[in-house]
């Protein structure tokens, strides 16, 4: 057994421990066996004369962060985009140009499996060095099937190569590639017939994604993406009403879909249909900043309705190329007023939530994995109040920790 003693534990659970207390954290193959007081660790130490002892002198301790949206792996950049909407012309004007995305896709296309470990790796590093423990990453800059199912074999080899935990979401339903120009409801056919098939029958997707906007597909062809994802045992997300209202969240709540994310424009009736589902909204603050946007989500709407809300970095080349979730609390609270507790939790347990994986992350309790963070703070609303700063004193996933990386 190994054991973290002098622990002041956030665990982001619904029943917290109280604040001013010190407890042991007592870990063994990788998971959380036991979380006692420290008023009652001189009897159990007396017990286990072997046991491995790490006194971490009242530090803060929470669980690993989880960055539960992101489009980690890509080719290129977009600054010229962003010195374009500097000049006055938007995000969607850039898009129907051709650029956006689709430039992303014809650098992502040209790019080797090697080339895209070696530029996705410094974003991947940033992140985990901020103290993410989990991350989700997404294809979706493919386009086609080659390199669709390379962006998720790289995604894949990260979590190989590093000590973090990769999902994978397939995005193929992105944007519409240049060649099928005019044909949107064929290349819908094509990634349903296709890019998902293929995708869960090589085991490269833990979950397939759909952009539903005015600029990217409609609800109707959602829908067709999110059938056949079903029909291969695969879970739904969703880029809704990040700029408009299309009722996109309202439909991936009836397909029980782990999130919707941006929500920007989501409405009552979309609060109260992913309320019923249990689906996770994940609110996106680097995009919002980045895109120097108005409008903003329905907070009070997602509190009133108790809809867990997540937060992630959405990062990207394209509207946040932000590598940092540590920027994204202090975000979210500055331009949404989440609080600190709301945003901790938006990065544990609700984004654990959004990636299925809500009873084993994102939650210091027993039988969960001992996924955690010891932090040189004193208390958990020093995370969202500040950001830039060296603050992680240890990295522990699966039990092992995980400094050098």
């Not at 534990?9 to 006692?36: F, H, K, N, R």
């Not at 000049?87 to 895209?116: C, H, K, M, P, W």
């Not at 108790?306 to 992630?312: C, D, K, N, S, T």
Request: charged fraction near 20%.
């Amino acid at each position: 057994m190994q054991w973290w003693i002098n622990a002041k534990l956030a665990t982001c659970s619904a029943t917290p421990l109280p604040a001013d207390s010190y407890y042991a954290i007592g870990v063994s193959e990788g998971y959380i066996q036991q979380l006692v007081p420290m008023s009652d660790w001189s009897e159990i130490k007396a017990n286990q004369t072997e046991a491995s002892v790490m006194d971490v002198n009242g530090r803060l301790v929470t669980p690993g962060l989880i960055d539960c949206h992101t489009h980690l792996v890509f080719a290129g950049h977009r600054a010229e985009e962003f010195e374009k909407r500097l000049n006055g012309v938007s995000y969607a004007e850039i898009s129907r140009q051709g650029g956006g995305i689709l430039s992303t896709v014809r650098a992502t296309r040209s790019a080797s499996f090697d080339e895209l470990m070696e530029s996705s790796t410094p974003r991947l590093l940033a992140l985990m060095s901020e103290g993410v423990t989990t991350v989700e990453i997404k294809s979706g800059y493919g386009l086609n099937l080659e390199t669709e199912l390379k962006m998720l074999k790289v995604a894949r080899a990260l979590g190989d190569k590093y000590p973090v935990r990769v999902k994978t979401t397939l995005l193929a339903a992105h944007a519409l590639p240049e060649e099928f120009k005019g044909r949107s409801d064929d290349y819908i056919d094509w990634v349903c017939r296709e890019a998902i098939p293929a995708a869960a029958g090589e085991g490269l997707a833990d979950a397939v994604d759909v952009f539903c906007e005015s600029i990217a597909f409609s609800p109707e062809q959602c829908q067709k993406v999110f059938e056949a994802a079903v029909h291969y045992g695969l879970p739904i997300k969703g880029h809704m009403e990040q700029l408009t209202l299309t009722g996109g969240s309202k439909l991936a709540a009836s397909y029980q879909a782990l999130s919707v994310d941006h929500v920007e424009y989501l409405d009552e009736e979309g609060v109260a249909a992913i309320a019923a589902s249990g689906t996770v909204a994940t609110i996106l603050p680097g995009a919002f900043y980045f895109l120097r946007e108005r409008q903003l989500p329905p907070i009070e709407l997602l509190r009133r309705y108790e809809v867990p809300i997540a937060l992630a970095s959405d990062l990207n080349p394209g509207s946040s190329p932000l590598a940092s979730l540590r920027l994204m609390l202090n975000m979210s609270s500055t331009l949404f007023g989440l609080t600190p507790q709301e945003n901790l939790v938006g990065v544990t347990r609700h984004a654990a939530k959004a990636l299925n994986e809500e009873n084993r992350l994102g939650q210091l309790q027993e039988g969960f994995a001992a996924d955690f963070i010891v932090w040189d703070l004193q208390h958990p609303a020093q995370l969202s109040y500040q950001f830039g700063t060296q603050d992680l004193y240890q990295r522990v996933i699966h039990g092992a920790v995980s400094n050098d990386f």
